[in-house]
């Protein structure tokens, strides 16, 4: 059981390039989100999926895609990168069961646009 | 959207004295108040967490307080060690289970 697994750990990118940052998980988490994270700041949700084929904007979706045609990936795409990218972006997964549901972070890809 | 304001940014306690962290948020609807450790490099970690039917959550050294009337709660660390050094997030959930994060709280332990 691997959990939320993000691909890649690091990458530095170019100004105007763009790449997929890669997200799984193995759980059967209908439920899944990418934040960023800032130097010294907290979370802010990108883009999240309630299930395959749904997805919505969070708070701070300039300059990303995301699809979701598979209930365990959550692809994140950049198109033209830009410095203010720069940033620690994590994937997360969660389930709901009744009242109770529980959130699991991947490890995160720390992406530097240069 | 939700808007999350936590304080203080940042705190330093002694060894073995006692840590407040504090959140206030504006949405009456969240349901689910976390609080997440997060080590240097490291992702976020689940220390405890609170739903709005309970008004107090105690884990060992670790509690949560809720008031959902004044809508603010509190992470309270007592006994702080060495290792409690770290940045603490609080959270509140979404309508679809989202979380809108608090801006962190660097906690630094003394020895």
């Known amino acids: 059981n691997a959990g939320v697994t993000q691909t890649p750990k690091f990458r530095i990118l170019k100004i105007g390039q763009s790449m997929t940052l890669q997200c799984t998980q193995d759980m059967n988490h209908n439920y899944m989100y990418w934040y960023r994270q800032d130097p010294g700041m907290g979370l802010k949700l990108i883009y999240y999926?309630?299930?395959?084929?749904?997805?919505d904007k969070g708070e701070v979706p300039n300059g990303y895609n995301v699809s979701r045609s598979t209930t365990e990936d959550f692809p994140l795409r950049l198109e033209l990168a830009a410095p203010s990218q720069t940033s620690v972006y994590f994937c997360?997964?969660?389930?709901?069961?009744?009242?109770?549901?529980?959130?699991?972070f991947g490890s995160g890809t720390r992406l530097t646009v240069v | 959207g939700e808007n999350v304001e936590q304080h203080p940014s940042t705190l330093s306690v002694q060894e073995g004295d006692s840590a407040v962290i504090k959140c206030t948020y504006s949405?009456?609807?969240?349901?689910?108040f976390p609080w997440y450790k997060q080590e240097l490099g490291k992702r976020p970690q689940l220390i405890i967490d609170i739903r709005s039917n309970v008004g107090e959550k105690k884990d060992q050294r670790i509690a949560v307080t809720l008031n959902k009337t004044a809508k603010h709660f509190s992470l309270h660390i007592t006994e702080t060690q060495p290792e409690d050094s770290a940045v603490y997030f609080c959270a509140l959930d979404g309508p679809a289970r989202q979380l809108t994060f608090g801006s962190g709280t660097q906690l630094t332990v003394l020895p």
């Open positions: 999926s309630v299930g395959a084929g749904i997805t």
């Open positions: 949405d009456s609807a969240s349901n689910y």
């Open positions: 997360a997964s969660s389930y709901v069961a009744g009242l109770n549901y529980g959130y699991t």
